[in-house]
């Protein structure tokens, strides 16, 4: 599940960058679900003053793997704009074993201008079609995962939860919605020792999505979802440091053990594709 955030500007900040200079975070996670480690991932982000690109991979370990030996997956390039993460393209291929699911977009201004799914969606009676202005107004579910927060205030405060968000994925067309839950302090393995902020987590599904799946009804039924949000270094943006989901078979977490920033030395020209 990925989160989106595209907070609201103040008068005083809207032409404010991001970040004051090329800001680089390198993070590590670990997935569990009852405290079984089932996967393992890392997320790279770039940010400069006007643009950013990021890109994750993943792939599932221990037991799990031997029954889907899945890997995945994703890019996304944008630009900041009056402080906003806008996406300007998105990719994501996941490898389950027995198939590939591949998702290609491009936006512009928070619109869906092109883009493909392979395989295409199965067309069923029940599904809620997805509409041209459901593409509208949204961002992918990598940017969703950036935070800008503004003000010149602490963005570790419990005024950074409170959003209402808008995602298409390619397939599904989503809103998250967080709230202030509490604050707590976290030391990662390697680099990140501070300060995060707890928020609720939310999901309502718009279109894209067969309504009497158990998995749509068991997210939108779901209240004790958690995602914590730590700063990158130098920036006003805030990203995952932990996602927490109860499941049927157990607690599921999604936690960082390492979450190190550096900035980067300052370079001509755009930040080079990534694909």
């Not at 890997?71 to 490898?95: E, I, K, Q």
């Not at 976290?186 to 158990?214: E, H, M, Q, T």
Request: with cysteine; proline share 8%; charged share 20%.
């Amino acid at each position: 599940m990925s989160i989106l955030a595209v907070p609201n500007a103040t008068a005083g900040d809207a032409n404010q960058p991001a970040a004051a200079a090329p800001v680089r975070l390198e993070a590590e996670y670990v997935a569990t679900i009852a405290g079984f480690t089932i996967g393992r991932g890392n997320w790279v982000i770039e940010l400069s003053p006007d643009q950013y690109n990021a890109t994750a991979n993943g792939r599932t370990v221990g037991l799990l793997r031997f029954f889907t030996g899945g890997h995945g997956s994703s890019a996304v390039r944008g630009l900041f704009n009056s402080g906003r993460p806008v996406p300007t393209s998105y990719s994501a291929t996941y490898d389950f074993g027995r198939g590939v699911d591949d998702v290609r977009m491009t936006l512009a201004d928070g619109n869906v201008k092109d883009f493909s799914v392979d395989p295409p969606t199965v067309p069923l009676p029940d599904r809620i079609p997805v509409a041209d202005a459901d593409r509208r107004g949204v961002v992918d579910p990598m940017t969703a995962a950036l935070n800008r927060v503004g003000g010149n205030g602490d963005p570790v405060s419990p005024e950074t939860c409170n959003r209402k968000t808008a995602v298409f994925d390619g397939r599904l067309r989503y809103e998250l919605e967080s709230q202030f839950k509490r604050m707590e302090v976290v030391k990662a393995d390697k680099g990140y020792a501070g300060p995060v902020v707890v928020c609720a987590l939310y999901f309502k599904p718009i279109s894209g999505y067969v309504p009497d799946r158990a998995t749509i009804k068991y997210l939108v039924a779901l209240h004790d979802a958690e995602i914590w949000q730590a700063p990158i270094a130098g920036t006003r943006v805030l990203v995952p440091y932990r996602l927490i989901v109860p499941t049927p078979i157990g607690l599921g977490v999604l936690a960082a053990t390492q979450f190190v920033s550096s900035v980067q030395p300052i370079r001509t020209g755009a930040i080079p594709k990534t694909e």
